[in-house]
């Protein structure tokens, strides 16, 4: 589900008496020109980091399981543990920032690259049409479902304005109205909103040492925090698991809502990813190395065990903190992780932990190229099998009594997300007009 540049990083390191490339596979060096006494100026490009990649799978089919699962079981152990999507899309979240930040700051210097940030509403247009062509079509496509069924419960007028909100990625700002249509696209609608703020953010973030970013990592978590004590000590929700509890049964869902889905809240969560690779950036810039740090500690797998324990240890009971504040551990937790697998993949000769390198295969980073149109369809896919004002409509009956159809439920959004993929995000004519609008909003926001 991140959207920004799929990995695939390009930038310059610092001159040649102090740049080292790291001896891994996939990093590859350019000499520009030598000249003068052996002095050389390289340009370097920054390693992939095919194990983020792939993450990004795990997490969207996490997640996209979890929106139906109740369709599929009743087993209340099934349904707590799959249940906690509120808490997991943090990571996304997090996983986003990482990448603008390793995208747009400078490996081994203290300074953003002021070229792909500016002018400002470049950066921001290019970003959001990385994801807005698939966005729009999609919602073209099954804006007649999506219509049908909102017009039956709210009446047409109401559905027109739910499907300009849904266009114009304004959601996300309507507590109450937050999940329109395609319902996990809210998380686009915040984005887009954490978009606008980064070229303002990254070169502030850019030109921290590490011990100012670690300062400004507690900070960030601490602001996280806040309004989500707030939640939780007004209407004594501590111990809330949220993704069980119906509007009917919580206390105050219009609370909630504003909580999980806030912009600012996302934004948040993305500085924390953003803060959280320039940790490792600034590994090879002067006077800086890398931390010395208990082994276990420096291991991907520490705290990915970690993360899987902790959603585990809420759906048994064990753990009992709501969604809200789980989600702040969870981003902590899923920061530490991207932050291990990154020095591990470019570690001199690249020897990564075996969480690293399994993650780095090439099926595996195939399927993460594959998550954001896992994300975009799998909820409209859904609705059609099971959604009952659709689903009856179309077919006589909801799927919700075929529990055995589950998995071909899956494999449909898989096969539709591949060709998704090969035939539209891959299309040179489709990128073409992508690239002749984005030119032409960002003329119109700049003249």
């Known amino acids: 589900m991140v959207v920004e540049a799929r990995g695939k990083a390009t930038g310059r390191e610092g001159d040649a008496p102090r740049t080292r490339e790291r001896a891994r596979k996939g990093s590859r060096m350019v000499i520009a020109r030598a000249a003068g006494e052996g002095v050389k100026v390289e340009s370097v490009k920054k390693p992939r980091l095919p194990a983020l990649d792939s993450v990004r799978f795990f997490l969207i089919t996490y997640i996209s399981v979890g929106h139906f699962i109740a369709c599929a079981t009743k087993n209340a152990l099934a349904l707590a543990a799959f249940s906690q999507v509120n808490v997991v899309v943090g990571a996304f979240f997090v996983l986003s920032g990482y990448v603008a930040a390793y995208t747009t700051t400078e490996l081994g210097k203290y300074e953003a690259q002021t070229g792909r940030l500016r002018p400002t509403p470049k950066y921001f247009v290019s970003r959001v049409m990385g994801f807005y062509p698939l966005y729009f079509v999609v919602n073209c496509v099954f804006a007649p479902m999506f219509f049908y069924a909102d017009s039956f419960y709210n009446g047409p007028l109401t559905a027109a304005v739910h499907g300009f909100m849904t266009f114009t990625l304004t959601q996300a700002w309507f507590p109450m109205h937050a999940e329109l249509w395609n319902a996990p696209t809210w998380f686009l609608s915040a984005f887009t909103f954490a978009l606008a703020a980064m070229p303002f953010a990254l070169p502030s973030v850019a030109r921290f040492k590490r011990e100012h970013l670690h300062s400004v990592f507690k900070v960030l978590i601490i602001v996280s925090l806040l309004a989500k004590i707030a939640y939780s000590y007004d209407l004594n929700a501590w111990g809330f698991m949220e993704g069980m509890m119906s509007a009917k049964t919580h206390p105050n869902w219009l609370y909630f809502n504003s909580v999980r889905f806030s912009p600012f809240n ?182």
């Open 266 to 447: 996302a934004l948040i969560d993305v500085l924390l990813g953003a803060v959280a690779a320039r940790t490792v950036m600034v590994d090879s810039a002067e006077g800086e190395s890398v931390p010395k740090q208990n082994k276990l500690l420096a291991c991907s797998a520490t705290p990915l065990v970690a993360m899987v324990a902790f959603l585990a240890a809420r759906a048994l009971g064990v753990v009992a903190v709501n969604d809200a504040l789980s989600r702040t551990i969870f981003t902590v937790l899923f920061s530490a992780f991207a932050v291990n697998v990154h020095r591990e993949t470019v570690r001199e000769g690249g020897e990564g932990s075996l969480v690293s390198k399994i993650l780095s295969l090439k099926p595996l980073v195939y399927l993460g190229t594959i998550s954001f149109p896992i994300y975009i369809l799998h909820g409209p896919i859904g609705q059609v099998f099971y959604k009952r004002v659709v689903a009856t409509k179309l077919f006589g009956k909801v799927f919700t009594q075929y529990p055995q159809f589950f998995p071909i439920y899956l494999l449909i959004v898989l096969v539709a997300a591949m060709l998704t993929h090969e035939f539209f995000i891959k299309n040179k004519k489709v990128q073409e007009l992508s690239k002749a609008v984005s030119d032409k909003a960002t003329a119109a926001l700049t003249d």
